[in-house]
């Protein structure tokens, strides 16, 4: 295993950005993408992501995610993307502490170890590539389940950066 990593890492690309849920709450995330399949118009990738966000007052939530996609050069250095993904979502409460009332009626201090949610994802974009680096602006939509005995849709707005990770590799 460790003699195929470099050559694994050399097919990999690595994304940082900033991530606004629901168009307000900050976050960063990081991901790193692998091409399945490619020619010099086309790409098929497969990605694992992960961030957070904060929800001032609501919530924070950390998220990991396995996502695959789509990359389609449209016009000289410029790309449509569009991935498709599932992951975890866990959200704890902030902003305070938290309450409950038991069934005898008392109050009491309840400790809040967080959420789980099931978290599928949809994220088209653009991208431009500069050399090694490609930036990139995404919608992420993603479903919060449960929510509430339901569903909540939310999105973010993504922009960030990714580069080839190419300090492992051999050059000749």
């Given amino acids: 295993m460790f003699l195929l990593f470099p050559a694994t890492v050399c097919a990999q690309e690595i994304s940082v950005s900033a991530l606004a ?13 692998k091409d399945l399949l490619s020619n010099d118009r086309y790409a098929l990738l497969v990605t694992g992501k992960t961030g957070f966000y ?51 009626g008392t109050v009491k201090r309840y400790h809040d170890y ?13 991208s431009y590539e ?4 490609r930036f990139f602006a995404r ?7 449960p929510f509430n005995r339901v569903s909540l849709v939310q999105y973010s707005l993504e922009t960030g950066l990714s580069f080839k990770l190419q300090f492992f590799c051999a050059h000749p």
């Fill in 21 to 33: 849920v629901s168009g307000l709450n900050p976050g960063l995330s990081g991901a790193i993408e």
């Fill in 54 to 104: 904060i929800h001032r007052y609501n919530n924070t939530g950390i998220f990991f995610a396995a996502q695959s996609g789509v990359r389609y050069r449209i016009a000289g250095k410029f790309y449509l993307e569009n991935y498709v993904g599932v992951g975890y979502l866990h959200t704890f409460l902030n902003g305070g502490k938290a309450y409950i009332v038991d069934a005898a």
């Fill in 114 to 126: 967080g959420s789980g949610h099931f978290m599928p994802s949809i994220s088209p974009g653009i």
């Fill in 130 to 133: 500069v050399g090694d680096l």
């Fill in 139 to 145: 919608t992420m939509i993603f479903w919060q389940i």
